[in-house]
T-cell receptor, first 117, second 113 residues
Framework: NAGVMQNPRHLVRRRGQEARLRCSPM?????VYWYRQLPEEGLKFMVY????????ESGMPKERFSAEFPKEGPSILRIQQVVRGDSAAYFC???????????????FGPGTRLTVL | GESVGLHLPTLSVQEGDNSIINCAYS??????FIWYKQESGKGPQFIID?????DKRQGQRVTVLLNKTVKHLSLQIAATQPGDSAVYFC????????????FGKGTLLTVNP
C-alpha cells in the first residue's frame, strides 16, 4: 500500500509566479490535510478537504491560496503570486473516512519544499 | 489561546540511554494525542498515539504517558539508538468531526554514539 505521495519534492519560483503542489492520499483514504512548516517550527494546519469539499480552511490565508480535492486526481494546493514569505515546506496528510480506534492517525507525505526567489 | 508546546527544544543523550521528551497542552477538550518523528528533509512519521481515556501506552521501545490533570504528555524511548536522532513533535486533536492536528514546536533529539 503506497504511502502519501507529494510532488514536486522541491519547487523554486520567482516572486509573482504561481506554485502548484500536488498530493495523492493513501489508497482508501478520502480525507486530506495540508500543513505548512517554517524552518525549525512545528506544522501549522492550513486546510482540510474531502472529495469535492472543503471542510475547514481556517488555517489558510484568505488571499492567493486555494485548495481543491477533485473527484478524480490528486489534491492541489495552489499559491498565486508567490512572495518570499511563502517559502516553506508544505505537507499533505491523509486518513480514512471512518473514525474508529486506529484510524484517526494522519499519515504524512514527504512534503514539497517551496523556495521563492 | 489553545496550544501545544514542548518544554525542551533540544535533548542530547548517549547511545543506549533512555530518552524522555515532554509536551504540554492547554486544550482540555483534546481527546487524542500523537507523537511524530521527523528526520531532516522528510515528512513526519507516526510513532505512537494515545487517547484521553488512557494514561499509558507502549509500543516497541517507546512509551507515551498522558497526565490529564496537568495536561502533560511524554514520550519515552528506551535504549536510544543513533537512528532515533530526529525532531519529535507532539500533536493533539480536539475531537469532533474535524481531525486537524495542532502541533508543538518540536524537540531535537541527538544521540551520541
Amino acid at each position: 500500500n503506497a504511502g502519501v505521495m507529494q510532488n514536486p519534492r522541491h519547487l523554486v519560483r520567482r516572486r509573482g509566479q504561481e506554485a502548484r503542489l500536488r498530493c495523492s492520499p493513501m489508497k482508501g483514504h478520502s480525507h486530506v490535510y495540508w500543513y505548512r512548516q517554517l524552518p525549525e517550527e512545528g506544522l501549522k494546519f492550513m486546510v482540510y478537504l474531502q472529495k469535492e469539499n472543503i471542510i475547514d480552511e481556517s488555517g489558510m490565508p484568505k488571499e492567493r491560496f486555494s485548495a481543491e480535492f477533485p473527484k478524480e486526481g490528486p489534491s492541489i494546493l495552489r499559491i498565486q503570486q508567490v512572495v518570499r514569505g511563502d517559502s516553506a515546506a508544505y505537507f499533505c496528510a491523509s486518513h480514512p473516512a471512518e473514525r474508529f480506534p486506529g484510524t484517526d492517525t494522519q499519515y504524512f507525505g514527504p512534503g514539497t519544499r517551496l523556495t521563492v526567489l | 489561546g489553545e496550544s501545544v508546546g514542548l518544554h525542551l527544544p533540544t535533548l542530547s543523550v548517549q547511545e543506549g540511554d533512555n530518552s524522555i521528551i515532554n509536551c504540554a497542552y492547554s486544550n482540555s477538550a483534546s481527546d487524542y494525542f500523537i507523537w511524530y518523528k521527523q528526520e531532516s528533509g522528510k515528512g513526519p512519521q507516526f510513532i505512537i498515539d494515545i487517547r484521553s481515556n488512557m494514561d499509558k501506552r507502549q509500543g516497541q521501545r517507546v512509551t507515551v504517558l498522558l497526565n490529564k490533570t496537568v495536561k502533560h504528555l511524554s514520550l519515552q524511548i528506551a535504549a536510544t539508538q543513533p537512528g532515533d536522532s530526529a525532531v519529535y513533535f507532539c500533536a493533539e486533536n480536539s475531537g469532533g468531526s474535524n481531525y486537524k492536528l495542532t502541533f508543538g514546536k518540536g524537540t531535537l533529539l541527538t544521540v551520541n554514539p
